[in-house]
């Protein structure tokens, strides 16, 4: 059956988890034949015999176009596309171990947000350093929780590649009646945008978990806006690219919502639990815990002004109580909101 950019070629996705069993689940509905791996054998096995992920993502049936491949390389063999869909700390690793599995013309894209530590880089520039340029790459980013894509319900992304015909090619292939992919071509802001907001999203669920207000949690969403798109236009990204899907969109989603890991953290963390308590209480990774270090070390690399995002990064690793941080918020001095 072939999907809806008309290629037969399998796409691989690489990563069992809620996200990547989405994304997964998107190919395959939408007609493309898709090949889901992931590290931990039993647990495919156990999905290959249901046909869900039952301990992720219950409620997505897995349709005739997925394939649950335990093999790696099985699962890149003669794939058209290869998406990875791991947490920023294991995507080197996983990049460096499929480089030399990938066909000459084999396009790659990825799902993962965040930096890596303690380099500071963005996918994208891992990408580069591990498989040199000349490849096509892509990076798929914005507001999406997984359990909502899996359940078939309507969703809006960002699909940002510097080769617009493979960012138009995936965009087809995941668009159906419920699931619309954009595309862009500034991956440096999709990445930021997807990186920063989980940060600020821990930041709301300290103050919404302090039970400071509506209006504190809008005045949050609003400066740290203003904050990653200082950051990223100071890394080479554009403006606009922070009103859309990746920036504004998914900041308020992960802001707003409890299905945000990030904000649960920062919940877990108002409630008095040490940094290490809340994460074992969320159970898997929280993005915006080595995002808050990776921000403090770059906005102080490329002088860019995060007070937001540092008080967080305070609360993480100096042990600020986290109202002595907002109160220190408080005290900043009077500027003009556009600076």
């Not at 898709?34 to 039952?54: K, P, S, V, Y």
């Not at 100071?234 to 890991?261: E, H, I, K, N, Y």
Request: glycine share 12%; with cysteine; net charge positive.
């Amino acid at each position: 059956m072939s999907g809806a950019s008309g290629t037969d070629r399998p796409v691989a996705v690489l990563g069992a988890g809620s996200w990547g069993t989405a994304l997964a689940l998107q190919f395959a509905r939408s007609g493309r034949p898709t090949r889901l791996w992931g590290r931990d054998r039993a647990q495919l096995a156990h999905m290959a015999r249901a046909r869900r992920n039952e301990r992720y993502l219950p409620s997505g049936t897995f349709p005739d176009a997925l394939q649950v491949q335990p093999d790696l390389e099985a699962a890149l063999q003669g794939a058209g596309d290869l998406l990875i869909a791991v947490p920023s700390h294991a995507f080197r690793a996983l990049l460096t171990q499929v480089a030399p599995l990938l066909g000459r013309d084999t396009q790659l894209a990825w799902a993962t947000k965040g930096f890596e530590l303690p380099s500071g880089l963005l996918p994208h520039q891992i990408a580069r350093e591990v498989l040199g340029p000349g490849r096509s790459v892509a990076v798929l980013s914005g507001p999406t929780f997984a359990r909502e894509v899996g359940a078939g319900l309507p969703t809006a992304m960002t699909i940002a590649s510097a080769d617009a015909a493979f960012a138009a090619s995936l965009a087809q292939d995941l668009s159906s009646e419920n699931f619309r992919a954009y595309t862009s071509t500034d991956i440096v802001g999709v990445e930021v945008g997807g990186a920063v907001k989980n940060v600020l999203a821990v930041g709301a669920g300290l103050s919404d978990g302090l039970g400071f207000g509506a209006n504190t949690r809008v005045a949050l969403i609003t400066r740290g806006l203003a904050e990653m798109m200082r950051l990223g236009v100071a890394l080479g990204a554009q403006r606009d690219t922070f009103m859309g899907l990746a920036g504004l969109g998914d900041l308020v989603l992960t802001c707003t919502d409890d299905q945000s890991r990030n904000r649960r953290f920062g919940l877990q963390l108002a409630a008095g639990r040490t940094p290490a308590a809340a994460l074992a209480a969320i159970g898997q990774v929280v993005e915006g815990y080595p995002a808050a270090k990776a921000l403090h070390q770059l906005a102080a690399r490329h002088g860019v002004e995060m007070p937001l995002s540092e008080a967080v990064y305070r609360v993480l690793y100096e042990g600020v109580p986290p109202r002595e941080a907002v109160r220190g918020l408080m005290r900043r001095p009077i500027k003009s909101e556009t600076d």
